[in-house]
């Protein structure tokens, strides 16, 4: 089977170096994807330079992840999809081999990362409902992706109907825990102000999803 990594990015200039070395020099992909969403910064040449394929999109500041993903998905044939944000900390080549293995194996369509948090409450998240499993790391057959209905492939709403659609049509999804990786806080990457407003709205796009699924669910319903 051929396997993609796709990686959305907005502005990573920063980051998406140490992501993308560790994806170009793992022997479980075929291709890596940098969908660049409008960035303004040297996101796509830094990505060329080190050897991904590059999608640029035009409108400047973003046209939201989930297009993102979208499109990168368009420009590959893969059977397998892995998507990983830009602003990993920790990435490593066993990060990667354990989130595809499930899904290589057939043991499950969707494998989602859990990333190393505080308490364990990644973990714990799950176990109480497996839609709060919302990072960006994941591995999955196209079709669960392709499945979700359009309406829902915006902001940051992808993740919690990737796992919807799971849900609802009793797939099998594994969760890996994928221990010393992180992420590069909003706050930090952005500034304070800048980075707390966008974690504002990515918590009030999760929430809405939420009772919008509720009242969609013959949509997600084509398996």
């Known amino acids: 089977m051929k ?3 796709i990686v959305p990015a907005l502005n990573e200039e920063k980051n998406i170096g140490r992501v993308l070395k560790v994806l170009l020099e793992s022997k479980n992909l ?35 992840k989930a297009n993102a993903m ?12 892995v998507f990983f944000d830009a602003d990993l900390t920790g990435l490593t080549n066993k990060h990667v081999s354990d989130l595809i293995k499930p899904v290589i194996e057939d ?14 409450i990644g973990n714990f998240l799950v ?17 669960v992706f392709e499945n979700i209905p359009e309406e829902f ?8 109907a990737l796992n919807f659609y799971c849900k609802i049509n009793n797939l099998p999804v594994v969760y890996v825990f994928l221990k010393g990786l992180n992420m590069v806080v909003k ?14 709205k990515m918590m009030n796009e999760i929430i809405k999803i939420r009772f919008l699924i509720l009242f969609n669910k013959d949509k997600f319903k084509n398996v």
């Open 153 to 160: 492939l915006k902001g940051f709403t992808v993740e919690t």
């Open 127 to 143: 176990k109480i409902d497996p839609l709060l499993a919302i990072a960006g790391e994941r591995a999955m057959k196209r079709f």
């Open 3 to 5: 396997v993609a990594a």
């Open 107 to 120: 043991r499950a369509v969707m494998a989602v990362g859990l990333r190393e948090r505080y308490l364990g």
């Open 70 to 81: 979208k499109e990168g998905i368009k420009n590959t044939d893969a059977d397998i999809i």
């Open 30 to 64: 075929n291709e890596v994807i940098v969908v660049d969403d409008g960035s303004t910064d040297n996101t796509s040449g830094i990505s060329r330079e080190m050897g991904a394929k590059v999608i640029r999109l035009e409108k400047i500041g973003g046209s939201g």
């Open 187 to 200: 706050e930090k990457k952005w500034g304070f102000w800048k980075g707390f407003r966008n974690r504002v």
